[in-house]
């Protein structure tokens, strides 16, 4: 990657490199923006980025995936507008990195990322965070508020109304550890997944045009909800504060897509909490079948699944081993997520790829899901990725 580097922008510098990790979501899905429950984990695929002072005012990045350079002014990056590129990520980072109150001066970017784009993987966090990295080349920030200015940039600049898991578990992954946060006091705790357990992605290759509209529909019905639950419970300020127990007696106040949107988010912040106590208790069995009742909720109450996630998820409960699988990220494709005895990781890919190759006539990527550590910077170089 170093000589990479001396390739784009010349042999003189030394560039420092930054590594952000994408994520797979065991469980807690479209719960962030409700100010609830999620279950992340960081995994070993990530964004890495080489980055030093370009000395001359001019902010390059360079990106092998797109084999492609974008040169910005450093000092005019406030009025740069958003393209719908790649650039919209990092250069959305610089902008609010600036409105914190730290400069950008030039610097010379290269980015290399394993993290799969558009697969539910949270490639867009990874760049994310590995731009603020990058671009802030060693000045110290403190974690929560560089995740949440990654989660701003995507707001604000990209124009996505997004919670913060993807970005907060980029800065805070651990390895060996699932993070469970709480997406209302932005806390975590650490999550011990039993052994002899493993979780593999499976990506559906397709990412469906409605995802970005939906997502923003689903948002606007969850306020919905919000606003008609308070109208009986005036304290109730997101689906966060409201148990299945109250949903369930007002639901039939709602209009019915809110009802079932909400019904999600209620019983999915209480599955979170159950799937930890079965983690904690080595119950893989428990935590499979919770996983199952979250993607049947999504499937059928919040209605971000897809054909190819729910062939995905019912070929995989039909394979050895599986002890549960649902959808994993915003939707409309993407990945899922399976929970499997470890030893039956080998003969599960092979199975679940014949399966779907068979029906959709393409053939997914499969991912081990390692729990690996948040983002940073690289000090040992050798663990930088070659280029696939
Ligand atoms: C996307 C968003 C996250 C979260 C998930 C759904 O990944 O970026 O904030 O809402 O969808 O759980």
């Given at each position: 990657m170093i000589d990479a580097f001396h390739k784009h922008f010349g042999p003189t510098q030394r560039p420092r490199v930054y590594r952000a990790p994408g994520r797979v979501n065991l469980i807690g899905e479209h719960t962030d923006y409700n100010l609830g429950f999620v279950l992340p984990v960081a995994l070993n695929l990530a964004t890495f980025i080489a980055a030093a002072p370009s000395g001359d005012g001019k902010l390059r990045i360079y990106s092998e995936d797109r084999q492609e350079l974008r040169e910005f002014d450093a000092s005019s990056l406030g009025s740069v507008e958003r393209t719908g590129q790649w650039t919209d990520y990092p250069v959305g980072v610089a902008q609010e990195l600036v409105h914190a109150g730290m400069a950008?001066?030039?610097?010379?970017?290269?980015?290399?990322?394993?993290?799969?784009?558009?697969?539910?993987?949270?490639?867009?966090?990874?760049?994310?965070?590995?731009?603020?990295?990058?671009?802030?080349?060693?000045?110290?920030f403190a974690p929560l508020e560089l995740a949440k200015l990654c989660q701003r940039a995507e707001r604000n600049f990209v124009g996505m109304p997004c919670g913060i898991m993807d970005q907060y578990i980029s800065v805070f992954g651990r390895a060996h550890s699932a993070v469970e946060i709480d997406c209302r006091s932005l806390g975590h705790r650490l999550v011990k997944l039993p052994e002899g357990i493993t979780f593999i992605a499976v990506n559906t290759m397709v990412k469906h045009a409605l995802s970005g509209s939906a997502y923003r529909d689903r948002v606007k019905e969850c306020a919905a909800a919000v606003e008609g639950i308070a109208a009986v419970y005036p304290d109730v300020q997101s689906l966060r504060d409201v148990s299945p127990e109250q949903f369930e007696g007002v639901a039939s106040r709602l209009p019915?897509?809110?009802?079932?949107?909400?019904?999600?988010?209620?019983?999915?912040?209480?599955?979170?909490?159950?799937?930890?106590?079965?983690?904690?208790?080595?119950?893989?069995?428990?935590?499979?079948?919770?996983?199952?009742?979250?993607?049947?909720?999504?499937?059928?109450?919040y209605e971000v699944s897809c054909a190819e996630l729910d062939f995905l998820v019912d070929a995989a409960l039909g394979i050895d081993g599986v002890y549960g699988s649902r959808m994993t990220g915003g939707g409309?494709?993407?990945?899922?997520?399976?929970?499997?005895?470890?030893?039956?990781?080998?003969?599960?890919?092979?199975?679940?790829?014949?399966?779907?190759?068979?029906?959709?006539?393409?053939?997914p990527r499969v991912y081990s899901c390692e729990p690996s550590e948040g983002a940073g910077e690289v000090n040992n170089l050798e663990t930088i990725p070659s280029l696939a």
């Open positions: 950008i001066e030039g610097a010379n970017l290269l980015i290399r990322s394993t993290v799969p784009d558009g697969s539910g993987l949270s490639s867009s966090a990874a760049l994310e965070v590995s731009s603020a990295l990058a671009l802030l080349g060693g000045r110290e019915d897509v809110v009802a079932r949107r909400a019904r999600h988010v209620v019983t999915e912040d209480a599955r979170v909490n159950r799937f930890t106590e079965a983690s904690a208790q080595g119950d893989a069995a428990g935590m499979g079948k919770l996983m199952v009742e979250s993607h049947r909720s999504l499937q059928h109450d409309f494709g993407g990945c899922t997520v399976t929970l499997l005895h470890a030893e039956a990781a080998a003969s599960f890919q092979a199975s679940i790829a014949r399966a779907y190759a068979q029906e959709f006539g393409v053939t």
